[in-house]
Structure formats: C-alpha cells, structure tokens
C-alpha cells in the first residue's frame, strides 16, 4: 500500500473514531475520559502496537515537540523496552498534568478507549466499567472495537512502539 493510501484509510478511520467519541461525549458531559484523568495511560498491560501508518502519524507529532521533552520521551521508551512488570505507564504521558503531549497524533487505540468495547471483553477502563455495572451507562452506544482491529489491519506492519523508535534513532 503507498503511504498516501495508508495516511488517507487513517484520517478516515481517525474522523469515524472521533465522530463516536464526540457522539458518547455530546451525550455524558460528565465522562471520565478528559485531559487530567490519565489513568489508562498508566495501566499499559503491553508496549503499544502501531501500525506504520500510525507510527509515520505519530511521529510527525513527536517532532514538533521541543528537544527536551523528545529526549525524555526517548529516554522513557527505552526504559520501557527492558521492563518487565505490568502495568507499564505510556511513556508519552506527561505525568505531571496526566495529558499527552502528542494528543492530536496519538495512536487508534488511545483515540478508543473508554470509549470502543471489544466483543468479551469489555471496554477495558474499571472506572467506565463500574458505571456500566451500575447501569448509568445503559444506553451508550459504543464503538466496535474489532472493527477497528480489522482496519487498523489494514495499514501495514505493526510493530511494538519501543521497535518503531530504536529504528527512528538509528536513522
């Protein structure tokens, strides 16, 4: 696939995600997931997958940040790629405002969550998952979160976050 194909399937994927998002939201003002909370981006089960689409995305948005911040960032990811224990903590996030400095940019599953259920799974974040439990969510229509898997599938190799950047600063 060229990657103007690539980049055109993931703006599109990008506005469908963000019309759903914007949908859930419109609907509970109230919802948890807002610049602030963070808590997903601190309970990682694995290193983040990303599609080369994404990672060309993604990087266009790390290198607007200024220097600094990029080199933590670096830092934190090579860090991640010799962890062991889980949960592991985005090493995008800035912990000390809990938001994402590349949010624009930020990968699909970031884009999804708390907000996409997978098929038996569920929509991954305790705290949205109470709410279901307590039926004040009962009438949310979530997004397909396999069906995101299956286009997402679509946009090339994926590969673990900490393998796209060891190639980035090699180069």
Same mark, same amino acid.
């Given at each position: #696939?060229?990657?103007?194909?690539?980049? *055109?399937?993931?703006?599109?994927? =990008?506005?469908?995600i963000?019309?759903?998002?914007? #949908?859930?939201?419109? $609907? =509970?003002?109230?919802?948890?997931?807002? &610049?602030?909370?963070?808590?997903?981006?601190?309970?990682?089960?694995e290193?983040?997958?990303?599609?080369?689409?994404?990672?060309?995305?993604?990087?266009?948005?790390?290198?607007l940040?200024?220097?600094?911040?990029?080199?933590?960032i670096?830092?934190?990811? $090579?860090?991640?790629a010799?962890?062991v224990?889980r949960?592991?903590?985005?090493p995008? @996030?800035? *912990?000390?405002?809990?938001a994402?400095?590349? !949010?624009? =940019?930020r +990968?699909?599953?970031?884009?999804? !969550?708390?907000f !996409?259920? *997978?098929?038996?799974?569920g929509? !991954?974040?305790? %705290?949205? %998952?109470?709410?279901?439990?307590?039926? %004040?969510?009962? %009438?949310v229509v979530?997004?397909? =979160?396999?069906?995101?898997?299956?286009?997402?599938? &679509? @946009?090339?190799?994926?590969? +673990? @976050?900490?393998?796209?950047?060891?190639?980035?600063?090699?180069?």
């Open positions: #696939m060229e990657p103007s194909d690539s980049r *055109q399937k993931l703006v599109q994927l =990008h506005g469908e963000d019309q759903r998002v914007d #949908m859930i939201r419109d $609907a =509970h003002p109230d919802w948890l997931c807002a &610049k602030g909370c963070g808590n997903c981006c601190r309970r990682l089960a290193i983040p997958q990303l599609t080369a689409g994404e990672w060309a995305w993604l990087r266009q948005g790390l290198a940040l200024p220097a600094g911040q990029l080199q933590q670096r830092q934190a990811v $090579a860090q991640l010799t962890q224990t949960p592991i903590t985005c995008m @996030l800035d *912990q000390v405002n809990d994402c400095p590349v !949010y624009p =940019h +990968p699909v599953a970031c884009r999804t !969550y708390g !996409y259920v *997978q098929r038996e799974l929509v !991954y974040c305790s %705290e949205i %998952e109470a709410r279901v439990a307590a039926g %004040e969510l009962a %009438e979530w997004g397909n =979160h396999d069906r995101i898997d299956r286009s997402l599938g &679509k @946009l090339g190799e994926s590969r +673990p @976050l900490t393998e796209w950047f060891a190639d980035w600063q090699e180069t």
